[in-house]
């Protein structure tokens, strides 16, 4: 049995490799979240209305966090805490540990903070005003995975892929001002679909994206192709999950 053989098999390697496939799953779930929810949130408001036998008119939010007080408002809340699992359960690097752990607390308080409805009390525009500041918050992490986690061009990673993550990045950032915009002017907030959702459902689209494309990259070094671990990017820490880094096979 040659040393290589060895160390492939040793409980290091395949602990390596485990951890390699749930960092992998988390990202997976992170943009799974991402893409489905923009979707699921009006097609569950017009879904529940043909049911009851409603009116469809309004199945459309005003915003995504205007969910919260529509039919699909436990699955707003729901799918936001389970971001905010995923998130803080994220394990990489002790950067990227600090940055997923604090957007996973922020997606857990815009699910428990909800926007403030029409006619709202003192006590609702204060919760908010810290709905707003979680949210943006929440982009805002999200968005610095896409421009300094996921793309680092001090790796091997193809420049193609690195300009994906870095136009994903822009567009968070860019689609998180213009919904800023949208939402104090109220510029289209008479249009059946308001300028305000779209702007969300792009950026949450953009990160969506953005991770399921991280956690394909992290699957394909997993499974121990040698040009996609070439790829990924090399932060502190991340050495540890390379089974064929000599830390690894300490």
Known sequence: MTHDS????SPATRRSIQDVRTIAIL??????????????????????????GRSTDDFWPGSMSGAYYTDTRDLFVGGLCALGVFLICYRFDRRDDRWST?????????????????????????????HLAFAGLLFVMLAMFCLYSFRNPRSAQP???????????????????????????????????????LCEWLATWSFGIAWIGAALELAAHGRGDTAASASIPRQSGAAALDPRHPEAQA
């Open 6 to 9: 060895r160390t492939q098999n």
């Open 27 to 52: 990202r997976l779930g992170v943009g799974l979240i991402g893409i489905l929810l923009p979707p699921a949130l009006p097609f569950g408001n017009w879904l529940a209305a043909v049911v009851t």
């Open 102 to 130: 604090a957007a996973g607390f922020f997606a857990v308080g815009v699910a428990l903070c909800p926007t403030a409805p029409g006619g709202a009390s003192g006590l609702q525009r204060t919760v908010g005003v810290l």
């Open 159 to 197: 420049a193609r892929v690195g300009t994906a993550y870095l136009v994903a990045g822009v567009v968070i950032l860019v689609a998180l001002a213009l919904s800023v915009l949208a939402g104090v002017t109220g510029v289209g907030s008479s249009w059946s679909v308001r300028p305000l959702y």
